[in-house]
Protein backbone atom coordinates (compact mmCIF):
# COMPACT_ATOMS: atom_id res chain seq x y z
CA UNK A 1 0.00 0.00 0.00
CA UNK A 2 3.16 2.10 0.14
CA UNK A 3 3.24 5.10 -2.58
CA UNK A 4 6.42 3.76 -3.67
CA UNK A 5 9.41 6.29 -5.11
CA UNK A 6 8.29 6.65 -8.46
CA UNK A 7 4.77 7.83 -7.21
CA UNK A 8 3.61 11.04 -9.37
CA UNK A 9 1.03 12.62 -11.17
CA UNK A 10 -1.46 10.91 -12.81
CA UNK A 11 -3.22 11.51 -16.13
CA UNK A 12 -6.33 12.69 -15.05
CA UNK A 13 -7.00 16.23 -15.60
CA UNK A 14 -8.68 18.49 -13.31
CA UNK A 15 -10.93 21.12 -14.41
CA UNK A 16 -12.13 24.29 -13.69
CA UNK A 17 -15.69 25.85 -14.86
CA UNK A 18 -15.30 29.08 -15.61
CA UNK A 19 -18.46 30.67 -15.46
CA UNK A 20 -18.39 34.79 -15.38
CA UNK A 21 -20.97 37.78 -16.59
CA UNK A 22 -18.06 39.15 -19.33
CA UNK A 23 -15.14 37.64 -21.01
CA UNK A 24 -12.44 39.91 -19.16
CA UNK A 25 -13.93 38.56 -15.72
CA UNK A 26 -13.75 34.98 -17.34
CA UNK A 27 -10.51 35.75 -18.04
CA UNK A 28 -8.90 36.41 -14.30
CA UNK A 29 -11.30 33.84 -13.18
CA UNK A 30 -8.95 31.23 -15.58
CA UNK A 31 -5.51 32.98 -14.34
CA UNK A 32 -6.76 32.24 -10.77
CA UNK A 33 -7.62 28.81 -11.78
CA UNK A 34 -4.03 28.14 -12.93
CA UNK A 35 -2.69 29.33 -9.95
CA UNK A 36 -4.54 27.31 -7.87
CA UNK A 37 -3.15 24.20 -9.66
CA UNK A 38 -6.24 23.38 -12.43
CA UNK A 39 -5.24 21.75 -16.15
CA UNK A 40 -7.94 22.96 -18.03
CA UNK A 41 -10.65 25.55 -17.85
CA UNK A 42 -14.01 24.86 -18.96
CA UNK A 43 -15.29 28.34 -20.23
CA UNK A 44 -19.43 27.95 -20.08
CA UNK A 45 -20.22 30.79 -22.83
CA UNK A 46 -23.68 30.32 -21.77
CA UNK A 47 -23.23 32.03 -18.16
CA UNK A 48 -22.24 35.40 -20.36
CA UNK A 49 -24.56 37.62 -20.11
CA UNK A 50 -24.13 38.83 -23.81
CA UNK A 51 -21.61 36.89 -26.21
CA UNK A 52 -19.49 38.80 -29.25
CA UNK A 53 -18.98 35.99 -30.54
CA UNK A 54 -15.62 36.12 -33.01
CA UNK A 55 -14.22 39.30 -30.76
CA UNK A 56 -14.89 37.46 -27.19
CA UNK A 57 -13.96 33.96 -28.02
CA UNK A 58 -10.43 35.12 -29.33
CA UNK A 59 -9.90 37.04 -26.03
CA UNK A 60 -11.32 33.87 -24.24
CA UNK A 61 -8.51 31.20 -26.35
CA UNK A 62 -5.72 34.15 -26.47
CA UNK A 63 -5.85 35.23 -22.90
CA UNK A 64 -6.08 31.77 -22.02
CA UNK A 65 -3.11 30.33 -19.44
CA UNK A 66 -4.49 27.02 -19.58
CA UNK A 67 -5.84 24.81 -22.81
CA UNK A 68 -9.57 25.31 -23.13
CA UNK A 69 -12.84 23.33 -23.33
CA UNK A 70 -15.69 25.47 -24.93
CA UNK A 71 -19.43 24.32 -23.70
CA UNK A 72 -22.34 26.77 -24.58
CA UNK A 73 -24.91 24.77 -22.46
CA UNK A 74 -28.42 25.11 -23.51
CA UNK A 75 -31.48 25.25 -20.75
CA UNK A 76 -32.83 22.28 -21.86
CA UNK A 77 -29.90 20.23 -20.93
CA UNK A 78 -29.53 22.43 -17.74
CA UNK A 79 -27.25 25.36 -18.75
CA UNK A 80 -28.03 29.20 -19.18
CA UNK A 81 -28.59 29.14 -23.07
CA UNK A 82 -31.79 29.74 -24.33
CA UNK A 83 -31.52 31.05 -28.00
CA UNK A 84 -31.71 29.00 -31.33
CA UNK A 85 -29.21 25.91 -32.66
CA UNK A 86 -27.85 28.12 -35.42
CA UNK A 87 -26.63 30.85 -33.13
CA UNK A 88 -25.03 28.28 -30.73
CA UNK A 89 -23.45 25.81 -33.21
CA UNK A 90 -21.82 28.60 -34.68
CA UNK A 91 -20.21 30.14 -31.26
CA UNK A 92 -18.31 26.27 -30.68
CA UNK A 93 -17.64 25.91 -34.80
CA UNK A 94 -15.96 29.61 -34.38
CA UNK A 95 -14.04 28.36 -30.87
CA UNK A 96 -12.82 25.00 -33.14
CA UNK A 97 -11.40 27.00 -35.63
CA UNK A 98 -9.76 30.05 -33.59
CA UNK A 99 -8.08 27.07 -31.56
CA UNK A 100 -10.30 25.35 -29.15
CA UNK A 101 -8.57 22.38 -27.57
CA UNK A 102 -12.13 21.12 -26.69
CA UNK A 103 -15.94 21.48 -27.30
CA UNK A 104 -18.50 19.85 -25.51
CA UNK A 105 -21.80 19.17 -27.80
CA UNK A 106 -24.35 17.32 -25.98
CA UNK A 107 -25.52 14.00 -27.15
CA UNK A 108 -29.26 15.04 -28.43
CA UNK A 109 -27.51 17.92 -30.38
CA UNK A 110 -24.46 16.19 -31.71
CA UNK A 111 -25.98 14.70 -34.83
CA UNK A 112 -27.38 18.67 -36.17
CA UNK A 113 -23.98 19.68 -34.89
CA UNK A 114 -22.04 17.17 -37.37
CA UNK A 115 -24.40 18.44 -39.95
CA UNK A 116 -23.71 21.71 -39.46
CA UNK A 117 -20.20 21.71 -39.30
CA UNK A 118 -20.23 18.70 -41.87
CA UNK A 119 -17.63 17.24 -39.90
CA UNK A 120 -15.35 19.56 -40.14
CA UNK A 121 -12.93 20.16 -37.23
CA UNK A 122 -9.39 21.47 -36.71
CA UNK A 123 -7.03 17.99 -35.72
CA UNK A 124 -6.39 19.72 -32.76
CA UNK A 125 -10.03 20.22 -31.51
CA UNK A 126 -11.55 16.76 -29.50
CA UNK A 127 -15.13 16.59 -29.53
CA UNK A 128 -16.61 15.72 -26.36
CA UNK A 129 -20.25 14.28 -26.71
CA UNK A 130 -22.18 14.55 -23.64
CA UNK A 131 -25.25 13.98 -22.02
CA UNK A 132 -26.23 14.58 -18.30
CA UNK A 133 -29.78 12.87 -16.17
CA UNK A 134 -30.40 15.04 -13.12
CA UNK A 135 -33.03 13.04 -12.43
CA UNK A 136 -31.04 8.72 -11.46
CA UNK A 137 -28.36 6.79 -12.28
CA UNK A 138 -29.50 4.27 -14.86
CA UNK A 139 -28.57 0.78 -15.12
CA UNK A 140 -25.49 -0.68 -16.25
CA UNK A 141 -26.75 -2.07 -19.16
CA UNK A 142 -28.34 1.31 -20.08
CA UNK A 143 -25.24 3.11 -19.21
CA UNK A 144 -23.48 0.64 -21.53
CA UNK A 145 -25.52 1.36 -24.44
CA UNK A 146 -25.42 5.34 -23.68
CA UNK A 147 -21.62 5.13 -24.53
CA UNK A 148 -22.02 3.44 -27.38
CA UNK A 149 -24.35 5.61 -28.56
CA UNK A 150 -22.26 9.01 -28.05
CA UNK A 151 -19.36 7.33 -29.28
CA UNK A 152 -21.26 6.33 -32.82
CA UNK A 153 -22.47 10.41 -32.74
CA UNK A 154 -18.83 10.83 -33.35
CA UNK A 155 -17.41 11.98 -30.41
CA UNK A 156 -13.79 11.93 -29.35
CA UNK A 157 -14.22 11.88 -25.45
CA UNK A 158 -17.06 10.48 -24.27
CA UNK A 159 -18.98 12.09 -21.26
CA UNK A 160 -21.60 11.51 -18.95
CA UNK A 161 -22.80 12.75 -15.75
CA UNK A 162 -25.95 10.98 -13.63
CA UNK A 163 -27.26 11.76 -10.30
CA UNK A 164 -27.14 9.46 -7.54
CA UNK A 165 -30.19 8.45 -5.58
CA UNK A 166 -28.03 6.20 -3.82
CA UNK A 167 -24.35 5.72 -3.15
CA UNK A 168 -24.08 2.51 -4.85
CA UNK A 169 -25.22 4.39 -8.13
CA UNK A 170 -21.35 5.29 -8.17
CA UNK A 171 -20.24 1.87 -8.77
CA UNK A 172 -22.69 1.54 -11.85
CA UNK A 173 -20.52 4.56 -13.02
CA UNK A 174 -16.72 3.05 -11.93
CA UNK A 175 -18.19 0.01 -14.00
CA UNK A 176 -18.18 1.86 -17.10
CA UNK A 177 -15.32 4.12 -16.54
CA UNK A 178 -12.48 1.58 -16.03
CA UNK A 179 -14.08 -1.02 -19.41
CA UNK A 180 -14.31 2.28 -21.35
CA UNK A 181 -12.06 1.67 -25.13
CA UNK A 182 -12.53 5.43 -25.42
CA UNK A 183 -11.06 8.90 -23.25
CA UNK A 184 -14.15 9.23 -20.86
CA UNK A 185 -15.77 11.52 -18.53
CA UNK A 186 -18.11 9.96 -15.73
CA UNK A 187 -19.34 11.96 -12.90
CA UNK A 188 -22.12 10.94 -10.35
CA UNK A 189 -23.61 14.84 -9.51
CA UNK A 190 -24.90 15.40 -5.82
CA UNK A 191 -23.07 14.76 -2.24
CA UNK A 192 -23.99 10.88 -2.73
CA UNK A 193 -21.79 10.90 -5.72
CA UNK A 194 -18.97 12.82 -4.16
CA UNK A 195 -16.67 9.47 -4.60
CA UNK A 196 -17.02 9.37 -8.25
CA UNK A 197 -15.35 12.88 -8.57
CA UNK A 198 -12.26 12.43 -6.68
CA UNK A 199 -11.37 8.43 -7.91
CA UNK A 200 -11.84 8.90 -11.43
CA UNK A 201 -7.91 8.61 -11.30
CA UNK A 202 -8.58 5.31 -10.03
CA UNK A 203 -10.53 4.23 -12.71
CA UNK A 204 -8.92 5.57 -15.92
CA UNK A 205 -11.22 8.89 -16.01
CA UNK A 206 -9.82 11.62 -18.47
CA UNK A 207 -10.96 14.88 -16.59
CA UNK A 208 -12.60 15.63 -13.02
CA UNK A 209 -14.09 18.74 -12.21
CA UNK A 210 -13.03 21.05 -9.62
CA UNK A 211 -14.49 24.43 -8.57
CA UNK A 212 -12.42 27.82 -7.63
CA UNK A 213 -14.43 28.28 -4.86
CA UNK A 214 -16.91 26.23 -2.56
CA UNK A 215 -20.36 26.71 -3.46
CA UNK A 216 -19.61 28.05 -6.99
CA UNK A 217 -20.36 25.00 -9.17
CA UNK A 218 -21.16 24.46 -12.68
CA UNK A 219 -23.25 21.01 -11.64
CA UNK A 220 -24.30 19.54 -8.14
CA UNK A 221 -21.71 18.00 -5.77
CA UNK A 222 -18.41 19.63 -7.24
CA UNK A 223 -15.77 19.51 -4.59
CA UNK A 224 -12.84 22.62 -4.86
CA UNK A 225 -9.69 22.73 -6.75
CA UNK A 226 -8.27 22.72 -3.09
CA UNK A 227 -10.09 20.40 -1.92
CA UNK A 228 -9.21 17.85 -4.68
CA UNK A 229 -5.33 18.74 -4.55
CA UNK A 230 -4.81 19.28 -0.95
CA UNK A 231 -7.41 17.14 1.15
CA UNK A 232 -7.73 13.70 -1.40
CA UNK A 233 -3.90 14.30 -2.25
CA UNK A 234 -5.99 13.92 -5.98
CA UNK A 235 -2.59 14.11 -7.79
CA UNK A 236 -1.38 10.39 -6.47
CA UNK A 237 -4.52 8.67 -6.55
CA UNK A 238 -3.65 5.96 -9.25
CA UNK A 239 -5.25 2.19 -9.92
CA UNK A 240 -3.72 1.16 -6.73
CA UNK A 241 -4.66 3.31 -4.35
CA UNK A 242 -6.52 1.91 -1.35
CA UNK A 243 -9.86 3.29 -0.81
CA UNK A 244 -10.93 4.29 2.83
CA UNK A 245 -13.81 6.36 4.01
CA UNK A 246 -16.48 7.59 6.80
CA UNK A 247 -19.95 6.21 6.59
CA UNK A 248 -22.56 7.91 8.30
CA UNK A 249 -25.73 10.30 7.24
CA UNK A 250 -25.09 13.39 7.66
CA UNK A 251 -21.52 12.64 6.99
CA UNK A 252 -20.12 16.11 4.85
CA UNK A 253 -19.26 17.87 8.24
CA UNK A 254 -16.53 14.96 9.34
CA UNK A 255 -13.40 16.33 9.60
CA UNK A 256 -11.73 12.81 9.30
CA UNK A 257 -10.44 12.91 5.44
CA UNK A 258 -8.11 16.18 7.01
CA UNK A 259 -6.71 13.56 9.60
CA UNK A 260 -6.32 10.51 7.56
CA UNK A 261 -5.38 12.10 3.81
CA UNK A 262 -2.58 13.97 5.31
CA UNK A 263 -1.55 11.10 7.33
CA UNK A 264 -1.43 9.00 4.51
CA UNK A 265 0.92 11.17 2.73
CA UNK A 266 3.02 11.73 5.34
CA UNK A 267 3.43 7.98 5.78
CA UNK A 268 3.93 7.55 1.98
CA UNK A 269 0.63 5.30 2.08
CA UNK A 270 -1.25 5.02 -0.89
CA UNK A 271 -4.64 5.77 0.31
CA UNK A 272 -7.40 8.02 -0.28
CA UNK A 273 -10.15 8.64 2.56
CA UNK A 274 -13.59 10.18 1.35
CA UNK A 275 -16.89 11.13 2.70
CA UNK A 276 -19.61 8.53 2.20
CA UNK A 277 -22.91 9.45 2.74
CA UNK A 278 -25.20 6.15 3.40
CA UNK A 279 -28.30 5.54 3.42
CA UNK A 280 -28.26 1.60 3.75
CA UNK A 281 -25.27 0.30 5.00
CA UNK A 282 -26.14 -3.81 4.15
CA UNK A 283 -26.55 -2.23 0.40
CA UNK A 284 -23.42 -0.62 0.51
CA UNK A 285 -20.85 -3.59 1.74
CA UNK A 286 -22.84 -5.60 -0.53
CA UNK A 287 -21.37 -3.78 -3.44
CA UNK A 288 -18.20 -2.15 -2.71
CA UNK A 289 -16.92 -5.72 -1.38
CA UNK A 290 -14.05 -5.15 -3.16
CA UNK A 291 -9.94 -5.39 -1.00
CA UNK A 292 -9.54 -1.80 -2.66
CA UNK A 293 -11.95 -0.43 -0.18
CA UNK A 294 -10.19 -1.66 2.33
CA UNK A 295 -11.42 0.30 5.73
CA UNK A 296 -14.32 2.63 7.08
CA UNK A 297 -15.01 4.77 10.09
CA UNK A 298 -18.30 4.79 11.13
CA UNK A 299 -20.84 7.55 12.64
CA UNK A 300 -24.34 8.44 13.07
CA UNK A 301 -26.52 6.48 12.68
CA UNK A 302 -25.28 3.36 11.01
CA UNK A 303 -23.18 2.06 14.41
CA UNK A 304 -25.42 -0.61 15.36
CA UNK A 305 -26.00 -1.97 11.66
CA UNK A 306 -22.41 -2.14 10.66
CA UNK A 307 -21.73 -4.27 14.00
CA UNK A 308 -24.40 -7.04 12.55
CA UNK A 309 -22.75 -6.66 8.88
CA UNK A 310 -19.49 -7.70 10.35
CA UNK A 311 -18.06 -10.92 9.64
CA UNK A 312 -16.02 -10.86 13.07
CA UNK A 313 -16.00 -8.44 15.83
CA UNK A 314 -13.91 -7.12 18.62
CA UNK A 315 -15.13 -8.64 22.19
CA UNK A 316 -15.37 -5.16 23.46
CA UNK A 317 -17.52 -4.03 20.46
CA UNK A 318 -19.40 -6.81 20.90
CA UNK A 319 -20.25 -5.78 24.23
CA UNK A 320 -20.64 -2.53 23.28
CA UNK A 321 -23.28 -3.39 20.73
CA UNK A 322 -21.90 -1.20 17.82
CA UNK A 323 -18.20 -0.67 16.11
CA UNK A 324 -16.86 2.81 14.89
CA UNK A 325 -14.14 1.16 12.20
CA UNK A 326 -14.29 -1.58 10.10
CA UNK A 327 -11.51 -3.17 8.14
CA UNK A 328 -11.84 -5.45 4.86
CA UNK A 329 -9.18 -8.35 5.32
CA UNK A 330 -7.78 -9.82 2.10
CA UNK A 331 -10.27 -12.56 1.82
CA UNK A 332 -13.03 -10.19 1.46
CA UNK A 333 -14.40 -10.72 5.17
CA UNK A 334 -15.21 -7.53 7.40
CA UNK A 335 -13.65 -6.98 10.84
CA UNK A 336 -15.19 -4.26 13.30
CA UNK A 337 -14.04 -2.71 16.28
CA UNK A 338 -14.69 -0.23 18.82
CA UNK A 339 -12.57 2.99 19.38
CA UNK A 340 -15.27 5.94 20.36
CA UNK A 341 -14.61 4.49 24.16
CA UNK A 342 -11.61 4.91 24.34
CA UNK A 343 -11.33 8.33 22.76
CA UNK A 344 -13.64 9.54 24.86
CA UNK A 345 -13.47 7.98 28.01
CA UNK A 346 -9.47 8.90 28.11
CA UNK A 347 -10.52 12.66 27.42
CA UNK A 348 -12.68 13.12 30.33
CA UNK A 349 -10.17 11.15 32.32
CA UNK A 350 -7.75 13.81 31.75
CA UNK A 351 -10.21 16.48 31.75
CA UNK A 352 -11.59 15.51 35.49
CA UNK A 353 -7.53 14.93 36.54
CA UNK A 354 -7.21 18.69 35.53
CA UNK A 355 -10.27 20.31 37.25
CA UNK A 356 -8.60 17.76 40.61
CA UNK A 357 -5.25 20.31 40.37
CA UNK A 358 -3.00 17.64 39.86
CA UNK A 359 -4.07 15.37 42.00
CA UNK A 360 -3.07 11.53 41.66
CA UNK A 361 -5.48 8.93 41.68
CA UNK A 362 -5.15 5.11 41.90
CA UNK A 363 -7.40 3.76 39.47
CA UNK A 364 -9.76 6.23 37.61
CA UNK A 365 -10.95 9.58 38.48
CA UNK A 366 -14.39 8.27 37.50
CA UNK A 367 -14.90 5.41 39.72
CA UNK A 368 -17.83 5.93 41.64
CA UNK A 369 -18.89 8.82 40.17
CA UNK A 370 -22.68 9.20 38.52
CA UNK A 371 -22.20 9.32 34.97
CA UNK A 372 -25.14 10.31 32.88
CA UNK A 373 -25.14 9.34 29.33
CA UNK A 374 -27.53 11.21 26.69
CA UNK A 375 -28.51 8.78 23.93
CA UNK A 376 -28.58 5.53 23.55
CA UNK A 377 -27.19 4.67 19.82
CA UNK A 378 -23.85 3.60 19.35
CA UNK A 379 -21.90 6.13 20.74
CA UNK A 380 -24.39 6.20 23.86
CA UNK A 381 -23.70 2.54 24.10
CA UNK A 382 -19.59 3.10 23.74
CA UNK A 383 -19.76 5.85 26.48
CA UNK A 384 -22.33 3.50 28.65
CA UNK A 385 -19.20 0.72 28.80
CA UNK A 386 -16.62 2.70 29.07
CA UNK A 387 -17.69 4.62 31.95
CA UNK A 388 -18.83 1.19 33.82
CA UNK A 389 -15.71 -0.39 33.23
CA UNK A 390 -13.56 2.47 34.91
CA UNK A 391 -16.31 2.29 37.92
CA UNK A 392 -18.69 4.61 37.49
CA UNK A 393 -22.34 4.70 37.97
CA UNK A 394 -24.23 4.97 34.62
CA UNK A 395 -27.28 6.68 33.89
CA UNK A 396 -29.02 6.81 30.77
CA UNK A 397 -31.64 9.26 28.93
CA UNK A 398 -33.24 9.18 25.86
CA UNK A 399 -35.91 10.38 23.91
CA UNK A 400 -37.11 7.26 24.24
CA UNK A 401 -37.73 5.67 27.24
CA UNK A 402 -37.58 2.17 26.08
CA UNK A 403 -34.44 2.55 24.30
CA UNK A 404 -32.63 4.07 27.61
CA UNK A 405 -33.81 1.05 29.63
CA UNK A 406 -32.54 -1.34 27.52
CA UNK A 407 -28.91 0.50 27.52
CA UNK A 408 -29.16 1.09 31.33
CA UNK A 409 -30.08 -3.12 31.64
CA UNK A 410 -26.81 -3.73 29.94
CA UNK A 411 -24.99 -1.73 32.21
CA UNK A 412 -26.58 -2.24 35.31
CA UNK A 413 -27.48 1.59 35.26
CA UNK A 414 -30.50 3.38 35.86
CA UNK A 415 -33.02 5.09 32.50
CA UNK A 416 -34.38 8.65 32.54
CA UNK A 417 -36.49 10.08 29.82
CA UNK A 418 -34.60 13.44 28.16
CA UNK A 419 -37.51 15.27 29.50
CA UNK A 420 -36.87 14.04 33.04
CA UNK A 421 -32.99 15.22 32.50
CA UNK A 422 -33.96 18.59 33.75
CA UNK A 423 -35.00 17.75 37.26
CA UNK A 424 -32.80 15.12 37.91
CA UNK A 425 -30.36 15.63 40.33
CA UNK A 426 -29.52 13.40 43.47
CA UNK A 427 -26.02 15.11 43.59
CA UNK A 428 -23.59 17.14 42.40
CA UNK A 429 -20.50 16.71 41.15
CA UNK A 430 -22.06 14.36 38.13
CA UNK A 431 -20.69 13.78 34.88
CA UNK A 432 -22.73 14.84 31.92
CA UNK A 433 -21.83 13.08 28.24
CA UNK A 434 -24.01 14.22 25.36
CA UNK A 435 -23.71 11.38 22.62
CA UNK A 436 -26.79 12.55 20.38
CA UNK A 437 -26.75 14.93 17.25
CA UNK A 438 -28.17 17.76 19.16
CA UNK A 439 -26.75 20.94 18.74
CA UNK A 440 -25.06 20.05 15.66
CA UNK A 441 -24.38 21.89 12.90
CA UNK A 442 -26.91 23.14 11.36
CA UNK A 443 -29.12 23.29 14.54
CA UNK A 444 -26.58 25.39 16.88
CA UNK A 445 -28.70 26.33 19.18
CA UNK A 446 -30.20 23.25 20.35
CA UNK A 447 -29.22 22.10 23.63
CA UNK A 448 -30.19 18.45 25.44
CA UNK A 449 -30.21 20.18 28.82
CA UNK A 450 -31.23 23.35 30.64
CA UNK A 451 -28.26 25.28 31.60
CA UNK A 452 -29.60 25.43 35.27
CA UNK A 453 -29.65 22.00 35.45
CA UNK A 454 -25.53 22.31 34.27
CA UNK A 455 -24.83 23.20 37.95
CA UNK A 456 -25.21 19.64 39.36
CA UNK A 457 -22.39 18.15 37.12
CA UNK A 458 -18.26 18.36 37.83
CA UNK A 459 -17.39 17.67 34.14
CA UNK A 460 -19.80 18.35 30.78
CA UNK A 461 -18.76 16.47 28.06
CA UNK A 462 -20.15 16.28 24.20
CA UNK A 463 -19.30 13.95 21.26
CA UNK A 464 -20.01 16.78 18.50
CA UNK A 465 -17.16 18.29 17.52
CA UNK A 466 -18.92 20.25 14.95
CA UNK A 467 -18.86 23.50 16.43
CA UNK A 468 -16.07 22.37 18.85
CA UNK A 469 -18.22 24.56 21.94
CA UNK A 470 -21.62 23.29 21.21
CA UNK A 471 -24.45 25.45 23.05
CA UNK A 472 -24.31 22.33 25.82
CA UNK A 473 -20.68 22.88 26.54
CA UNK A 474 -21.10 26.97 26.29
CA UNK A 475 -24.02 26.83 29.03
CA UNK A 476 -21.73 24.06 31.14
CA UNK A 477 -18.42 26.49 31.42
CA UNK A 478 -21.01 29.58 32.29
CA UNK A 479 -22.55 27.13 34.78
CA UNK A 480 -18.82 26.39 36.26
CA UNK A 481 -18.53 23.30 35.10
CA UNK A 482 -15.28 21.62 34.01
CA UNK A 483 -16.02 20.95 29.96
CA UNK A 484 -14.19 18.14 27.01
CA UNK A 485 -14.98 18.93 23.80
CA UNK A 486 -15.91 16.38 20.83
CA UNK A 487 -12.65 17.31 19.21
CA UNK A 488 -10.55 15.16 22.02
CA UNK A 489 -12.26 12.29 21.66
CA UNK A 490 -11.83 12.52 17.94
CA UNK A 491 -8.71 12.54 17.85
CA UNK A 492 -8.24 9.93 20.29
CA UNK A 493 -10.48 7.16 18.55
CA UNK A 494 -8.80 8.13 15.54
CA UNK A 495 -5.26 6.84 16.61
CA UNK A 496 -6.22 3.64 16.84
CA UNK A 497 -8.47 3.24 13.56
CA UNK A 498 -5.17 4.60 11.67
CA UNK A 499 -3.27 1.96 12.96
CA UNK A 500 -6.02 -0.54 12.07
CA UNK A 501 -6.10 1.25 8.16
CA UNK A 502 -2.22 0.94 8.07
CA UNK A 503 -0.21 -1.48 10.73
CA UNK A 504 1.74 2.08 11.17
CA UNK A 505 1.93 4.22 14.74
CA UNK A 506 -0.66 7.09 14.41
CA UNK A 507 1.29 10.64 13.88
CA UNK A 508 -0.68 12.05 16.84
CA UNK A 509 0.99 14.93 17.33
CA UNK A 510 0.18 15.78 13.36
CA UNK A 511 -3.44 15.38 14.27
CA UNK A 512 -3.22 17.55 17.23
CA UNK A 513 -1.86 19.75 15.36
CA UNK A 514 -4.39 19.67 12.17
CA UNK A 515 -7.56 20.11 14.85
CA UNK A 516 -5.94 22.92 16.36
CA UNK A 517 -7.71 24.80 13.96
CA UNK A 518 -11.27 23.96 15.05
Known sequence: MEMGVGMGKNQTLICAPIMADTADQMVELMHKAKFKGADIVEVRLDHLKSLDPRPDIE??????????????????????????????????QL??????????????????????TRGNKPEKCKIIVSSHNYEYTPSAEELGNLVARIQAAGADIVKFATTAQDITDVARVFQITVHS??????????????????????????????????????APGQPTIDELISLYNFRYIDTDTKVFGIIGKPVSHSKSPKLYNRAFKEDGINGVFVHLLVDDVNK???????????????????????????????????????VNCLIRRLDGTLFGCNTDYVGAISSIEIGLQGSQ?????????????????????GAGKALAYGAKEKGARVVIANRSYDRARDLAELVGGKALTLTELNNF????????ANTTSIGMQPNIEETPISKEALRNYELVFDAIYTPKITRLLREAQEAGSKIVTGVEMFIGQAYEQYERFTGLPAPKQLFTDIMADY
Not at 79 to 87: L, M, Q
Open 284 to 322: FFDTYSSPDFSGFSCTIPHKEVALARCDEVDPVAKSIGA
Open 425 to 432: HPETGMIL
Open 59 to 92: VLIRQCPLPTLFTYRPTWEGGEYNGNENSRFEAL
Open 357 to 377: NGATHIGSPLAGKLFVVIGAG
Open 181 to 218: QVPIIAMVMGERGLMSRILCPKFGGYLTFGTLEEGKVS
Open 95 to 116: AMELGADHIDIELKAAHEFMNF
